[in-house]
């Protein structure tokens, strides 16, 4: 019942830009933190961006930070991520998840309750 699925992944050259999405089913989405993490060869899964259910208030790690937004349309159950000036160190799996507590560990991947099944996204140089 409940889903998270991502799109918008691809192959891009460094410079270059994707918008990634995450449409959510089966759960009460405007309630909830949404956030994107990724993982890369090698690599152990690194939180991204979040934003907040209540505030909207956004966060970024600090190596995307200036070239990553992260925004929701509650109407439409879905979150974005537009990824700017793209590096190669930027390829990853990308994967959406829903934290329904929404507390102040947001860029921990443990404190999310659901996750999306990942979307490639390979920055070639």
């Known amino acids: 019942q409940v889903q998270l699925v991502e799109s918008g992944g691809g192959l891009v050259q460094a410079g270059g830009s994707l918008r990634l999405s995450c449409t959510a089913a089966?759960?009460?989405?405007?309630?909830?933190?949404m956030g994107w993490f990724r993982q890369a060869p090698g690599k152990e899964r690194e939180f991204v961006a979040a934003?907040?259910?209540?505030?909207?208030?956004?966060y970024y790690a600090d190596p995307v930070k200036g070239r990553f937004t992260i925004s929701r349309d509650n109407a439409k159950n879905t979150v974005y991520l537009q990824m700017n000036s793209l590096e190669p160190e930027d390829t990853a799996v990308y994967y959406c998840a829903a934290d329904k507590y929404g507390g102040d560990t947001y860029y921990l991947g443990p404190e999310y309750d659901y996750w999306g099944q990942g979307t490639q996204v390979t920055v070639s140089s």
């Open positions: 089966g759960f009460t989405f405007s309630l909830y933190t």
């Open positions: 934003i907040r259910w209540s505030s909207g208030n956004t």
